[in-house]
């Protein structure tokens, strides 16, 4: 049994059209003007006036950093970071709700597919994977979790470093032992829930990591994350660390390949840009976690015109500080304008929408099943109400949803062909309870100097050539 | 008779307290814990777990491109101003209909004092103004207009211009007039309309005419307003005109004072910034704007340092495109962070509601009279919900009201005393209304290559050094 959308505006290679679209299962079994009912008592929606796009994608966010969002001073990541790990770790309950809380917040803003790079709290690692798994698959988001990995100490991830950082507590087979249990135990992507492989990035991870990881993505047929070269500091690590940038050794130790999305990209050679075309990596745009930790704009019009694949993310809450997908895709669209003076490489916003959903679709290695409005993909579908404030008045309605600052606008969502959000509300969720929950869980707080940037600061400073 | 609100979050020099603040007529007459009732039938309004702050200043828009968000292509000013002028000028009723729709947006996202640089229709500009006078005075925002002022004709705005540019068709003198009959028919301070002086810039504005407003200025006791300095192009544009920077150029004509508000500021030099710094002027940041149309980043840091004026503004809506205030802020205070590795540098959120409310009041000349939670000061003040999904968890508000992402949170919202949004609903104008006249007054319209923009094109690129 499927049902039919009505007269919904859907955009087409001059401009736009009215038309029905028809869901079977799963999938889009037909796009088509008068499309016949799906027997007499076939479910029909009305579209009128509303604006169906394919879901986009959140292709990199840190969910349980929802619960220090907003409470950390402007600083660089490094000491930013420094300042998140003083926060105890949530417990398993709290990963829930704020994996629940990142979930609603991308749907509503056009979001079908969340990439959750999540931070395991020491000791429990299975119990918070199996908290993020129980909150996705009730809310209905398409997820893909990648346990953030390490094998090495907070304060190596800074260069200059004065012998050994302090050791970290798993050894690196352990990590990876972790990630192969965690996959037999939650990896179903049949049912919209896949895990990935995901070092956080060369500043914390050993290359006995990164190939350990690349194994595994080979046995399970798993995506691959990372954060790559997001600051400068990073930079200069690596070439103390590799004598060469970050992306060849990368390249070198075979962790780039074209089911490999890295996040931030900011402080790339055209050299490294030429090598994520070469192994069709993808680039995880995350522009305000960019902004707000001062970490540089990544050069994403160079990007494009090498034929990079780009895809957008929020980054984690605590860093952005909202989970807004239209916002992130607003400004990373917007950003590159003051990067090249020629107005004919800036990115339209049809091209921004392509980047959002097939873009991050192709990211995840599943350009051919998800992020375009074509018969026989997977229903992961938005309708956007184009008679809300924001979207008026009537002008062009992908110019206004990207540029615009639209609220309130998202009417319906679908994820694998069931609908999860209708009339505005997520409905396989409670919200008004976990606003409930999220406001016990916590209390105001105001800005505070944390004890862990204070021991790191000064070293911060002097490596990275600023007055004491 | 007045008001009491009970129990409002507001912050305090080490964090919060919850305190009551009771409304006197227009004023803020005390605030206090436990402040006794105003009368035996007095209101009380319950704002436990809301946070109350100063109004914002909207403090550089142009409500009629509404009219236009969303529908013009990726370009520089000067050819996206070349589209704009492409489409007929609205007439009075939707001039209204887009004040409106611009203050209900500047309410509903923290803003109580909206500065209108109004396009003035040709050959019916009293009517121009009286519309969205009327627009003002039935919502209830505080307004201050200034009629969007030239005396040259569009392709003055280019340098390497060659020849004459075509005639503007009114007079210096007869534009002054139309000022000061506009002044005499709708300048009423007292009623929270104001009127300014607002050329728009040096590119089409002639001396005599900065001038004679600054005259009207002195005259009616006017705030003067104008573009400053925006593009590339425009300062290329002072150096062939005057043979020296635009800031110095207007303060040799005496344009600039402690009332002057100049809006964007993106291509000053350090000389010109301590010229702001000695008026008093006011900038006012733009940030979307100046991304969307690749005008650059405004060295708002280094204002900040040399002791400048700094308010937000969101720009016209098709330049932004959208009228929240809150977003305006949000990218206006991250957005530097990478243009200064020291992070000591940086805006903190509570730096930047200052900047939107004190800065927008300093900007207009009301210092004294607005912007802060103080006894005697104007009753502008929002109370946004801590409890709404994008203000939790608690963590520090105005940490995450700034650097968050925040829907639906505007719980109310009092002009000079008078309640005009209650429950996150605007009591004075019929919401849905409005929003059925913007659809009917419409139509949806894909992106389009202009007449006008391809007659100005070769000129713009040959000029700016862009290849053909």
């Known amino acids: 049994m499927g049902f039919i959308l009505r007269n919904a505006v859907i955009p087409t290679a001059g401009g736009y059209e009215t038309t029905d679209v028809r869901i079977e299962g799963e999938r889009i079994a037909a796009i088509g003007k008068g499309l016949a009912s799906v027997g007499p008592d076939g479910v029909e929606l009305d579209a009128h006036n509303k ?73 429990q690692e299975l119990a918070t994977l199996e908290a993020a798994v129980r909150a996705y698959r009730e809310v209905g988001i398409r997820a893909f979790i990648g346990p953030l990995l390490q094998d090495q100490a907070l304060p190596a991830c800074l260069p200059g470093g004065e012998g050994e950082a302090p050791a970290y507590p798993l050894s690196t087979a352990e990590v990876l032992a972790l990630v192969e249990e965690a996959v037999e135990k939650y990896h179903r992507p049949e049912e919209g829930i896949s895990l990935m492989v995901a070092p956080t990035g060369i500043q914390l991870c050993s290359d006995k990591l990164f190939e350990g990881c690349a194994e595994l993505s080979q046995k399970y047929d798993l995506p691959r994350h990372a954060h790559l070269l997001e600051t400068r500091a990073q930079q200069m690590l690596a070439q103390e660390k590799y004598g060469c940038s970050a992306v060849k050794h990368l390249q070198q130790i075979g962790y780039l390949d074209n089911r490999t999305s890295l996040a931030h990209c900011v402080w790339l050679t055209d050299a490294d840009i030429e090598i994520l075309a070469r192994t069709g990596s993808t680039v995880v745009h995350n522009p305000l976690s960019n902004l707000r930790l001062g970490s540089g704009i990544a050069p ?34 917007i950003l590159h304008n003051i990067t090249d003076p020629d107005y004919r490489h800036w990115i339209a916003p049809r091209e921004s929408i392509e980047m959002a959903s097939r873009g991050g679709a192709i990211g995840l290695g599943l350009g051919e099943e998800l992020g375009s409005l074509e018969v026989g993909k997977q229903a992961d579908l938005v309708l956007y109400d184009l008679t809300q404030l924001s979207l008026l008045p009537r002008t062009d309605p992908i110019g206004l949803l990207v540029l615009g600052r639209p609220t309130q606008v998202v009417h319906s969502v679908w994820v694998r062909g069931k609908r999860v959000v209708a009339d505005g509300k997520v409905t396989t969720v409670d919200v008004a309870k976990l606003r409930q929950e999220l406001f016990e869980h916590s209390f105001w707080d105001p800005w505070r100097r944390s004890q862990q940037v204070a021991q790191l600061e000064a070293r911060y400073r002097r490596v990275m050539g600023l007055p004491e």
């Open 300 to 333: 994403i019009l160079k990007y494009r015109r090498a034929g990079v694949n780009v895809a957008f993310g929020c980054d984690g809450a605590a860093s952005n500080d909202s989970q807004d997908l239209l916002e992130a895709i607003k400004i990373g669209t």
């Open 51 to 123: 604006l169906l796009l394919p879901g986009f994608v959140n292709a990199h966010t840190h969910s349980s950093e929802l619960w220090q969002r907003g409470i950390i001073p402007p600083y660089p990541l490094e000491l930013w970071l420094a300042q998140l790990h003083e926060y105890s770790p949530p417990d398993p309950e709290k990963i829930y709700l704020s994996a629940l809380a990142t979930a609603v917040e991308t749907l509503l803003s056009g979001g079908t597919t969340v990439v959750d790079h999540l931070i395991l709290i020491p000791g």
